[in-house]
C-alpha cells in the first residue's frame, strides 16, 4: 500500500485541538504501519505565514494554497469557535477546496469545519455532523444538506464530517481504521489514552477500549444487544443465548477476542452510558443509575469510586452548567 497524503487546512482562529488531535492519531499509526504505508501530512493555509489558533497559539502551515497544487488523498477542513457566525470565509480557501479537495480520495471537516464546506458548495445532498451546538445554524445556512445534530461522526460518500472538538480524533482513528484495520486504531488510541471508536450519537454509549466485533458476529449482535439493554439484569446465560454460545464459549470469545470477561463488558457499557448522560443531561443520579443498569445511585457511586476515584456528582460537576441538550433516556429508546 503506497503512502497515504493527508492535507489539513487551517486558517486565523482556528481550533488548537482540531488541529493536534487528527494529526496525533496520523503520527501514532505511522508508528504501527511500514514505511511505505505510512502517513504523509501536510498542513495547509493561506500562505506559509503564521496562522493564530482560537488559544493563541502559532501555527505555521507547510504549503499556502496557491502551492498546494496536488491531489491529496484526504483533505480535512480543521473547525473554529468563530466560523459559524463569520460573515465570509477566506475566498481563497474555498477556491482551494473546491478545486482540490473535490478530487481527493476523501475529504470532509472537523467539527465547525463543516460551516466552510457549505460555504463552498460541497454539502448540498450529503448528511454531515458539526458541534452539537451548532447543528441547527449548520442546517438553516445549508438547508440542502441533512444534518445530524447526534453523531459522531459521519461518512456519506467520500465526505466525512465530525461531531466537536475531540470528535476530530474520533473521525481520524476511524479513518485509519479503515486504512490500516482495527488493530492499528486500536493501538494509537491505547497510545493517546483515548476511546476507540466511538460511534454514533454525542450523548450515545461509546465502546471501551477493545476490538471492534467483525459485523454480523456473535460478538456484534450482543454488543448491540447490551447497548440497548443496559437497565435489564444481564446474566452471562441470558449473554450467551443471545450470541447463540454456550456461556462457557462466550467466555472463551470474550478472552480471546476483546482480553475481557462478560462481566467486564457490561459494566464498563454501563459506566460509559452514565458518564455520557452525566455529561449531556440534567437526569437526576438515581434515574440514571436505573436507566444504566447499576440498580441505585449507591451502587453508581461505589463503582465510580473505584473505577475512576471519583463520583458521579463530582463528575457531572467537572462539566460547565451552561445549558446542555436534552438528553433521550436509554428507557426512551428503540430496543430491539
Given at each position: 500500500?503506497?503512502?497515504?497524503?493527508?492535507?489539513?487546512?487551517?486558517?486565523?482562529?482556528?481550533?488548537?485541538?482540531?488541529?493536534?488531535?487528527?494529526?496525533?492519531?496520523?503520527?501514532?499509526?505511522?508508528?504501527?504501519?511500514?514505511?511505505?504505508?505510512?502517513?504523509?501530512?501536510?498542513?495547509?493555509?493561506?500562505?506559509?505565514?503564521?496562522?493564530?489558533?482560537?488559544?493563541?497559539?502559532?501555527?505555521?502551515?507547510?504549503?499556502?494554497?496557491?502551492?498546494?497544487?496536488?491531489?491529496?488523498?484526504?483533505?480535512?477542513?480543521?473547525?473554529?469557535?468563530?466560523?459559524?457566525?463569520?460573515?465570509?470565509?477566506?475566498?481563497?480557501?474555498?477556491?482551494?477546496?473546491?478545486?482540490?479537495?473535490?478530487?481527493?480520495?476523501?475529504?470532509?471537516?472537523?467539527?465547525?469545519?463543516?460551516?466552510?464546506?457549505?460555504?463552498?458548495?460541497?454539502?448540498?445532498?450529503?448528511?454531515?455532523?458539526?458541534?452539537?451546538?451548532?447543528?441547527?445554524?449548520?442546517?438553516?445556512?445549508?438547508?440542502?444538506?441533512?444534518?445530524?445534530?447526534?453523531?459522531?461522526?459521519?461518512?456519506?460518500?467520500?465526505?466525512?464530517?465530525?461531531?466537536?472538538?475531540?470528535?476530530?480524533?474520533?473521525?481520524?482513528?476511524?479513518?485509519?481504521?479503515?486504512?490500516?484495520?482495527?488493530?492499528?486504531?486500536?493501538?494509537?488510541?491505547?497510545?493517546?489514552?483515548?476511546?476507540?471508536?466511538?460511534?454514533?450519537?454525542?450523548?450515545?454509549?461509546?465502546?471501551?477500549?477493545?476490538?471492534?466485533?467483525?459485523?454480523?458476529?456473535?460478538?456484534?449482535?450482543?454488543?448491540?444487544?447490551?447497548?440497548?439493554?443496559?437497565?435489564?439484569?444481564?446474566?452471562?446465560?441470558?449473554?450467551?443465548?443471545?450470541?447463540?454460545?454456550?456461556?462457557?464459549?462466550?467466555?472463551?470469545?470474550?478472552?480471546?477476542?476483546?482480553?475481557?470477561?462478560?462481566?467486564?463488558?457490561?459494566?464498563?457499557?454501563?459506566?460509559?452510558?452514565?458518564?455520557?448522560?452525566?455529561?449531556?443531561?440534567?437526569?437526576?443520579?438515581?434515574?440514571?443509575?436505573?436507566?444504566?443498569?447499576?440498580?441505585?445511585?449507591?451502587?453508581?457511586?461505589?463503582?465510580?469510586?473505584?473505577?475512576?476515584?471519583?463520583?458521579?456528582?463530582?463528575?457531572?460537576?467537572?462539566?460547565?452548567?451552561?445549558?446542555?441538550?436534552?438528553?433521550?433516556?436509554?428507557?426512551?429508546?428503540?430496543?430491539p
Amino acid at each position: 500500500m503506497p503512502e497515504r497524503t493527508i492535507a489539513l487546512v487551517i486558517h486565523d482562529g482556528v481550533q488548537a485541538l482540531d488541529v493536534a488531535g487528527p494529526l496525533d492519531v496520523f503520527v501514532e499509526a505511522n508508528e504501527c504501519v511500514g514505511a511505505d504505508q505510512r502517513y504523509v501530512i501536510r498542513v495547509v493555509g493561506p500562505d506559509r505565514g503564521v496562522v493564530h489558533a482560537s488559544n493563541g497559539l502559532a501555527m505555521v502551515p507547510d504549503l499556502g494554497f496557491a502551492e498546494a497544487g496536488c491531489a491529496f488523498d484526504t483533505v480535512l477542513v480543521a473547525g473554529g469557535p468563530s466560523l459559524p457566525a463569520q460573515q465570509s470565509t477566506d475566498p481563497a480557501m474555498l477556491a482551494w477546496l473546491c478545486d482540490w479537495a473535490v478530487r481527493a480520495g476523501r475529504y470532509g471537516s472537523i467539527c465547525t469545519g463543516a460551516f466552510v464546506l457549505g460555504r463552498a458548495g460541497l454539502l448540498d445532498g450529503k448528511t454531515v455532523s458539526t458541534h452539537w451546538k451548532h447543528a441547527d445554524r449548520l442546517a438553516r445556512e445549508f438547508p440542502a444538506a441533512i444534518v445530524e445534530p447526534d453523531r459522531i461522526h459521519v461518512r456519506d460518500g467520500r465526505l466525512i464530517t465530525s461531531a466537536g472538538v475531540t470528535a476530530g480524533i474520533d473521525l481520524a482513528l476511524a479513518l485509519v481504521s479503515e486504512d490500516h484495520g482495527a488493530d492499528v486504531a486500536l493501538a494509537c488510541a491505547r497510545q493517546l489514552v483515548v476511546v476507540a471508536q466511538r460511534q454514533g450519537g454525542q450523548s450515545q454509549f461509546s465502546p471501551m477500549l477493545v476490538r471492534p466485533a467483525p459485523p454480523g458476529s456473535a460478538l456484534a449482535r450482543l454488543h448491540d444487544h447490551v447497548q440497548h439493554h443496559l437497565r435489564d439484569a444481564l446474566p452471562i446465560e441470558r449473554m450467551a443465548a443471545v450470541a447463540g454460545v454456550s456461556p462457557r464459549s462466550l467466555a472463551r470469545l470474550f478472552a480471546e477476542e476483546l482480553a475481557t470477561t462478560p462481566h467486564e463488558f457490561v459494566l464498563n457499557a454501563r459506566i460509559d452510558l452514565a458518564r455520557n448522560l452525566l455529561e449531556s443531561s440534567d437526569l437526576p443520579l438515581k434515574r440514571i443509575a436505573f436507566e444504566c443498569g447499576f440498580g441505585n445511585a449507591e451502587r453508581m457511586r461505589a463503582v465510580f469510586q473505584r473505577r475512576l476515584g471519583i463520583s458521579p456528582l463530582a463528575y457531572r460537576g467537572s462539566f460547565p452548567a451552561s445549558p446542555r441538550p436534552a438528553a433521550t433516556p436509554p428507557s426512551k429508546m428503540a430496543r430491539p
